[in-house]
């Protein structure tokens, strides 16, 4: 096994229980494991590790890698569509879902190419992927292997439509046989629940609106059966209260609660529309949280409240890119330092700081997803990295605190290296493994084709394709 020494670097961040930083600091991995993190590494373990490689990293920042707690790697081929531009979550939906019924495994591969290549380059090295409409067969199957293929630690989670309604149509909906028996095979063949795992599945249930109360039972069973994390939306629109409120009589927090749906094998995306007691649940329940602050901005969700929650001791909170139909992109960077400005702009002076929005980014979503192995750098952890260059024109004058620079002023040109599980699969900004232009054309001719389907039904489509 290969052992690099990092060395030198202007700051370690290792986003630890005790936040601990380093100032000239080392890091040292051999094959997907971190040796050591601290100072002076070389003289340290001269006499008992032979070190094949050392890197300088003067003039750096070494960080976790980022973790993305919630995507739709798919929608990534549908972004930027006119006719759904500037619309709240339902209606936004439908338009969607007119494009989904087309989707195919050529699809599904190009979206992760697209979607987490761009999380790759970001900084992110471990991703969740919630796919949910299913009119094929193999979708999930080929972003597994399209993950495999850039060399992102995933974790897919098998979603579906069980419910028709004014908003789903009926293509995509599955019977809950099909559903379990296809995402049983998923398990059995792609789940690896060992440490330094590079792919975990999990189950999403749509609920309540786009589910039935038996298919969201067979998949709780399946997550039971399996010890599998169970991943969904919750408290997202104004509408969703609404109707939770209309067709249950109580809030959405109140019918997860009512359903089994809180503890420590959730976690869910947005939980925006959410009360002070409620917040306090989450907490006591250890739910956990993905925070996807762009989305709600896009789809003018609103803002989740992120104080109110670190307050509350939730600890299981990460950040989440979403699916990049609704962000526009799926920019790890991008993501952090919106978290922290809309957090700024909603919170005022109770709003949290860099560090605590580097917290949700690392260790946070790490813990989201059920994981101790990855999120934070320290001895036995996995080799996940970025190393960031902020030694360049655009961050002169602003590389004073490191978590400060990195959150407030930092971009993905910033992002030098990411290394996952040991591995750099992103160099000088560009991905190692796959050829980045080549695959420019192949995402760009698959959403044509997707979009071209699509708008044969729905003619409104077609001024996208001018
Ligand atoms: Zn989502």
């Not at 947005?270 to 006591?284: L, S």
Request: hydrophobic fraction near 40%.
């Amino acid at each position: 096994m290969k052992t690099i020494l990092y060395q030198n670097a202007d700051w370690i961040l290792t986003m630890d229980g005790d936040r601990r930083r380093y100032r000239h600091g080392d890091l040292l991995i051999s094959g997907n494991e971190i040796v050591d993190v601290g100072e002076r590494l070389a003289e340290k373990h001269r006499a008992t590790t032979p070190i094949d490689e050392v890197v300088d990293a003067s003039g750096r920042v070494i960080l976790p890698g980022f973790v993305n707690v919630h995507h739709h790697t798919w929608q990534s081929l549908i972004r930027n569509i006119n006719v759904a531009n500037g619309l709240v979550l339902e209606p936004w939906l439908q338009v969607m879902f007119e494009i989904f019924k087309d989707l195919t495994p050529e699809v599904a591969r190009a979206g992760v190419y697209a979607g987490l290549g761009d999380a790759l380059k970001t900084g992110c090295t471990t991703s969740n992927d919630l796919f949910y409409p299913h009119p094929v067969e193999g979708l999930v199957e080929a972003t597994i292997l399209a993950a495999e293929e850039i060399g992102i630690r995933f974790h897919p989670n098998r979603g579906f439509e069980s419910l028709a309604s004014n908003i789903v149509p009926p293509e995509i909906i599955s019977a809950p046989e099909e559903i379990i028996a296809d995402t049983e095979r998923l398990v059995k063949r792609y789940h690896d629940p060992s440490r330094f795992s590079m792919c975990r599945v999990g189950v999403a249930p749509s609920m309540p609106q786009y589910g039935t109360l038996e298919s969201l039972r067979a998949a709780l069973d399946l997550a039971e059966k399996y010890d599998l994390l169970v991943h969904g939306h919750l408290a997202e629109s104004r509408y969703e209260t609404e109707f939770t409120l209309e067709k249950f009589g109580c809030r959405p927090f109140e019918w997860f609660r009512r359903h089994d749906l809180l503890g420590d094998r959730f976690y869910y995306a947005h939980c925006v529309h959410i009360n002070e007691e409620e917040v306090r649940q989450m907490a006591k329940t250890n739910t956990g949280i993905a925070h996807c602050p762009i989305s709600n901005m896009f789809l003018n969700s609103g803002v989740s409240p992120i104080p109110a929650y670190l307050k509350a001791g939730v600890s299981r909170i990460g950040l989440g890119v979403d699916g990049a139909a609704s962000s526009n992109s799926s920019n790890m960077m991008e993501e952090i330092r919106s978290a922290y400005l809309v957090n700024r702009l909603t919170w005022g002076r109770d709003a949290v700081g860099p560090e605590d929005i580097l917290y949700l980014a690392t260790a946070g979503g790490a813990k989201t997803l059920g994981r101790d192995d990855i999120g934070f750098l320290a001895p036995h952890m996995a080799a996940d990295l970025v190393v960031m260059d902020w030694n360049q024109l655009q961050y002169a004058g602003g590389c004073n605190d490191p978590a400060a620079c990195i959150v407030i002023s930092g971009d993905p040109r910033m992002v030098k290296d990411v290394v996952v599980n040991g591995e750099t699969v992103v160099r000088d900004g560009k991905l190692t493994r796959i050829d980045e232009a080549g695959m420019c054309g192949l995402v760009n001719r698959v959403g044509r084709e997707l979009l071209t389907k699509a708008s044969v039904r729905e003619p409104r489509l077609k001024a996208d394709l001018v």
